[in-house]
Each structure stands twice: as C-alpha cells, then as structure tokens.
C-alpha cells in the first residue's frame, strides 16, 4: 500500500476579509512612510501682502515684494490685451484676486510642495484639500465674487476621467470670446505661486467642462 505523505508546513487559507484586511493594512503602512518622507518637504509659504503693500505672511524680502507686484502688473497687461473691450480696472482688480488669492489658497491648505507631494497626502487622508479641483473650485469661487462684466471665467480640464494625468484649471477670456483665446490660471502647478499662459500655448490640451458638471 501506498504510504501517504502529510506535510508538516500548515496550508494557509484566506478570507475575502484576511485579504481586504491585509491590502488595508498595507495601505496604512505604506502612508506611514510617505508621511515621514514627505513631512521633509518644503513648505509652500508664498508671499503676498495681509492688508497692506509693506505686510506680508512670511518675512518677505524687498525682492519678493516687488516680483509680487510685477507679477500682478503682467497678469494685468495679459488680461488687458485679450479685447479691446476689456474692462482696465476690472483686469487690474482680476490680476490682483488671482495672484493673491492663489497664495492665499495655498496658506489655507497648509500646502507642501512639490504639489504632486501635497496630492499624495489628500489622497491618503492626511491633507483635506490640495488637489487641481480643489484649487480650481475655489479660486473659481473667489472670482466669480468679483462679479465681472467684461471677462467670463470657465473651468478648462485636460485628459478627463483619467486617474493619473486629468488637470483642472480656471480659463478667463474676454466675455462672449472663445475658450482657445483665453488664459490659463492655475495655481496648483507651483504650489501656490500663480501659474498662467495662453489655453493655446499650454502643455496641457485644455478642453472646456460643461457649466452643468462643475
């Protein structure tokens, strides 16, 4: 008769929950390094003014106040020459918001740079916001405040519905112009350091999202 073999080494048998227990549990330990890697990370501390041209956030020096403001007065001469129907004041009063607010924006979360950093923490939990959308929704929020007559602000998305590559950004054209005219305003980019160039000369190829899906 055959002698039968019994192995010594237990077979393991998993659940449907050891299993989904074990991927959680890797989950976890793999944010807990990222953590303690990316706590390393610079801080995204961008200048702007509080309430006056001589305050600022952090210690600002004369250099950074003045590249502050040229970057306003670009942003301004840009919005001015999409029509000549643009509103100066208005471009002035946009140009400012959007530079400011972006810094602004990027105090509130608590942002660490480089931005693809700050993304690896809102998407493990540790951030609550940060990503593009979050940038683009609330900076969007924030211009729509100023109630603008001669500009229209639409939300510009590249590669839709792809996990890794989709962008979001705010795109301000001249009012009724087309959504290829515009500029792109993105604050993610630069971790808060206000980021734009024309939708056309873009790395990214802008589409338009629907009013309906913002």
């Not at 989950?27 to 890697?37: N, P």
């Not at 670009?74 to 004041?89: P, R």
Request: aromatic share 12%.
């Amino acid at each position: 008769m055959e002698k039968i073999q019994y192995s010594s080494t237990p077979k393991l048998h998993y659940s449907s929950f050891h299993i989904q227990y074990m991927k959680s549990t890797l989950k976890y330990v793999t944010a807990l390094f990222l953590l303690i890697g990316l706590l390393g990370c610079a801080k995204a501390n961008v200048y702007y003014p509080r309430n006056s041209a001589s305050e600022s956030v952090t210690s600002g020096s004369p250099s950074d106040h003045q590249v502050y403001w040229d970057k306003n007065k670009q942003l301004e001469q840009e919005l001015i020459a999409l029509s000549a129907a643009v509103d100066k004041t208005e471009a002035q009063i946009l140009a400012a918001t959007a530079v400011r607010e972006s810094a602004v924006l990027a105090e509130e979360y608590q942002l660490l740079r480089p931005a693809v950093a700050h993304n690896l923490l809102v998407v493990f939990g540790i951030k609550d916001r940060g990503l593009c959308y979050h940038w683009t929704e609330d900076l969007m929020k924030r211009l729509q405040a100023l109630d603008l007559k001669s500009f229209q602000l639409h939300w510009g998305v590249a590669y839709r519905g792809s996990e890794l590559r989709e962008h979001n950004c705010v795109v301000i054209t001249a009012r009724g112009q087309r959504f290829f005219k515009g500029i792109v305003l993105d604050p993610w980019r630069n971790s808060g350091n206000l980021y734009w160039a024309q939708v056309t000369k873009d790395s990214y190829p802008w589409k338009v999202l629907p009013l309906s899906d913002w």
